[in-house]
């Protein structure tokens, strides 16, 4: 079977001997919302961050389907690396708008990884692009932002912008590293219901790192829970037990 994403053998250490990821194995299919659950410094962020080569990893494969190619990030570097990294579309935590910038221009950079330098330098972007980024504001609820600077958004609006910019990377994959940390349970909701459905809409896989193990259990396809730098979990949401939380979180009190 072709997976959208496959990772082999993943490592990660910060200091030698010292490893954060422990050999983590996934196969991620061509659609659905992948939850990544687990305590603070199980290694979430590193994975997440290791797949779009943020991090790099210590050791291990991290096979992409991209463009109908099979390439492993962790082997790519200079051009290659950066040809390849466009097509993993990531939400931050922080957001990582430019704030000076209006909505529109965020939204754009999402094309950047796809123009020479020059063009890019200059900020002339195609009018089919433009017209791209018109429809994906729209699609997120933003279309009459356009033009309003991004650090006089909300939280949630901020968030939205950094899903339709991502999504103009037209990516083969969609990566959110705790996009829900700095919000409010109901626009929480909407964040994750929005990223579920343009997974679907764009037929791609998206994978999340999440805290809040009840959002997770509501809106994703497949649950991934990490403790130790290991996989102790991996299925449906309906088959976490508290059993399983035990194993990830440790103790009984908390449940």
Request: charged share 25%.
């Amino acid at each position: 079977m072709s997976y959208a994403l496959e990772i082999v053998g993943l490592m990660k250490e910060y200091k030698p001997g010292h490893p954060i990821l422990k050999g983590i194995n996934l196969s991620i299919d061509g659609t659905g919302l992948t939850a990544i659950i687990g305590p603070s410094g199980t290694g979430k962020s590193t994975l997440i961050r290791c797949i779009n080569r943020l991090v790099d990893p210590s050791q291990g494969a991290i096979w992409l389907n991209a463009g109908g190619r099979r390439v492993d990030m962790a082997s790519l570097r200079g051009g290659a690396l950066r040809t390849t990294r466009r097509r993993i579309g990531m939400v931050f935590q922080e957001y990582n708008l430019v704030e000076r910038l209006t909505v529109m221009e965020n939204v754009l950079c999402g094309r950047l990884g796809y123009m020479n330098a020059f063009a890019a330098w200059r900020r002339k972007f195609d009018q089919k692009d433009i017209d791209y980024a018109f429809h994906l504001l729209d699609t997120v609820g933003l279309g009459s932002f356009a033009n309003q600077r991004a650090d006089a958004l909300s939280g949630g609006q901020r968030q939205r912008v950094g899903i339709a910019r991502a999504l103009m990377q037209q990516p083969e994959v969609l990566l959110a590293d705790e996009p829900t940390s700095s919000l409010d349970p109901k626009t929480s909701f909407e964040i994750i219901s929005l990223l579920r459905e343009q997974g679907r809409a764009h037929k791609i896989p998206v994978i999340v790192n999440i805290h809040d193990v009840e959002l997770a259990k509501r809106y994703a396809d497949r649950i991934i829970g990490m403790s130790g730098g290991h996989v102790v979990y991996d299925g449906a949401p309906q088959g976490l037990t508290d059993d399983f939380l035990k194993q990830i979180y440790g103790g009984e009190d908390w449940l």
